[in-house]
């Protein structure tokens, strides 16, 4: 059987990408699978600082993982690597790195820096160049999309998923990163508005500040569905978070 390849990228910065690719890693542990996670570029960290990679690795448990290149300042790969007199990053060594981890491990987890189109190169090469670079070797890359939960990330989702059909790049579904406490209207319409934009299913919601918990791994299995490992119910979640019904209009 051959490996599942996820790309993991994300509507934005700071949206809970490396959590996100820490709960998918930790939920294939627990189900016995031999993981592997691939930070191809990795900006905003010295050679001598633990990157993603590393968190993931911490919140997830004993698994394989890569860098490709880091560039120490917090930019875009290719201003950040041409600011630092730094090589690019190309699509063929994401290929080679990917196919010899998914020749060993059954889950190998790509996680993006920023979103699907930040650019990596002088070219204008991005995450989904590496994806659709990883596809045309013959290997099976899938795309997983780390969304907000409020305002404004319906447009991002749409754009992404167009974007993504655009190239022939398989969306696998998406995944709120941080869910807040105290959700709002937005939150709440959104959680059955989000698969509608992104024309995938929703698999799962990660409670704000799910890094932070002692145990992780329970956590993680709860907060995705099942085509990521875990327990989560779309639509029970979204019965307990339902709206509020709108208010009637006068005729007066």
């Not at 997983?144 to 447009?155: D, E, M, R, V, W």
């Not at 145990?215 to 639509?235: I, K, Q, R």
């Amino acid at each position: 059987m051959s490996a599942r390849i996820l790309f993991v990228t994300g509507t934005n910065t700071d949206v809970g990408k490396t959590v996100a690719t820490a709960a998918v890693a930790s939920a294939a542990l627990r189900a016995g699978l031999k993981v592997a996670v691939l930070k191809p570029g990795q900006t905003g960290v010295t050679a001598e600082e633990p990157g993603d990679a590393a968190e993931v690795r911490r919140l997830a448990g004993e698994l394989t993982i890569r860098e490709l290149v880091r560039y120490p300042e917090p930019l875009a790969p290719d201003t950040a690597a041409r600011r630092a007199g730094m090589p690019y990053l190309s699509p063929t060594e994401v290929v080679s790195e990917v196919a010899e981890l998914a020749s060993t491990h059954d889950l190998v987890l790509v996680e993006g820096a920023g979103g699907l189109l930040v650019r990596y190169d002088d070219e204008g090469r991005t995450l989904a160049d590496q994806a659709r670079a990883v596809l045309d070797a013959g290997l099976p890359a899938e795309v997983l999309l780390i969304a907000s939960a409020g305002l404004g990330t319906l447009n991002i989702v749409s754009l992404t998923a167009e974007a993504l059909a655009a190239r022939g790049l398989p969306l696998a579904g998406v995944l709120v990163g941080s869910w807040p406490a105290e959700p709002g209207l937005a939150e709440r319409c959104n959680l059955a508005d989000l698969p509608r934009s992104a024309g995938t299913p929703l698999l799962g919601a990660l409670p704000e500040r799910a890094g932070g918990v002692e145990d992780f791994a329970t956590l993680a299995y709860a907060s995705l569905a099942p085509e990521l490992g875990g327990s989560w119910d779309a639509e029970h979640f979204a019965h307990a978070h339902r709206p509020e019904s709108a208010p009637l209009r006068s005729k007066g």
